[in-house]
């Protein structure tokens, strides 16, 4: 089992949240200007990355609040949770560190789920 650090809740098992996908994508400014092929790249395809990537997630069985995260794809580990207005970086996407009432080690993660 593994636990996730929601930014209002503190850590909590996985089965409370619901995957919402690839975080920081921008609905187009002017939607009715887009072709076809702009439609299904905006709807359809997401990156698809080795490591940290920038996800949104949401706590449905808890405070039902939407929230960022950054999860490595290779580890599962969560590197760092942010709310939806949250820390951006030049990259466009990864926020910065996680704060420190929602960090969780995964020593705490093994220990919970024993």
């Known amino acids: 089992m593994q636990l996730i650090p929601c930014p209002w809740c ?3 098992e996985e089965t409370e949240f619901h995957y919402g996908g690839q975080a920081h994508v921008a609905y187009p400014a002017d939607p009715a200007a887009l072709s076809d092929e ?3 790249e905006f ?3 997401r ?3 080795v490591g940290p ?3 949104r997630w949401a706590h449905t069985a808890g405070c039902r609040r939407w929230f960022n995260a950054v ?3 290779v580890t599962y580990e969560f590197r760092s949770v ?3 207005e949250g820390m951006v970086n030049d990259t466009g996407g990864a926020p910065f560190a996680m704060p420190d009432r929602v960090r969780v080690s995964r020593k705490t993660q093994r220990e ?3």
């Open 10 to 12: 503190g850590p909590r």
């Open 71 to 73: 999860r490595d794809t």
């Open 53 to 55: 990537f920038a996800e």
């Open 82 to 84: 942010y709310e939806m």
């Open 43 to 45: 709807v359809f395809y």
């Open 47 to 49: 990156d698809n990355p």
């Open 112 to 114: 919970v789920a024993s």
């Open 38 to 40: 702009d439609w299904a």
